[in-house]
Nanobody, 122 residues
Framework: QVQLVESGGGLVQAGGSLRLSCAAS????????MGWFRQAPGKERELVAA????????YYADSVKGRFTISTENAKNTVYLQMNGLKPEDTAVYFC???????????????RGQGTQVTVSS
């Protein structure tokens, strides 16, 4: 059974940092694109960052470039999202996803986690 389990969300003040983790299990993801989406109330789902597990090719939404970093740790089968310089507009539910091919905001990924809440206070 494939599982993507997120952790690391929480409440932080503006300017602070959080690191989200996504533990992947149940299959090999070495040929997959891994990504982090977010969705805030009343807003469309947004692909925040993505990475090809095999090649390290990355994508970042303009809204997070220079502040967020996506990475993988093969030994732990884990994907991370390091978030620095957080802003109130980053408040959302963040969820991890895996897709056999590429990924965009409108992609319905092959697998996704349940999500973790990130709240940034001003």
């Amino acid at each position: 059974q494939v599982q993507l389990v997120e952790s690391g969300g929480g409440l932080v003040q503006a300017g602070g940092s959080l690191r989200l983790s996504c533990a992947a299990s149940g299959r090999a993801f070495s040929t997959y694109t891994m990504g982090w989406f977010r969705q805030a109330p009343g807003k469309e789902r947004e692909l925040v960052a993505a990475i090809r597990w095999s090649g390290g090719i990355t994508y970042y939404a303009d809204s997070v470039k220079g502040r967020f970093t996506i990475s993988t740790e093969n030994a732990k089968n884990t994907v991370y999202l390091q978030m620095n310089g957080l802003k109130p507009e980053d408040t959302a539910v963040y969820f991890c996803a895996a897709n056999r091919y590429g990924m965009a905001s409108a992609t319905a990924p092959d697998y996704r986690g349940q999500g973790t809440q990130v709240t940034v206070s001003s």
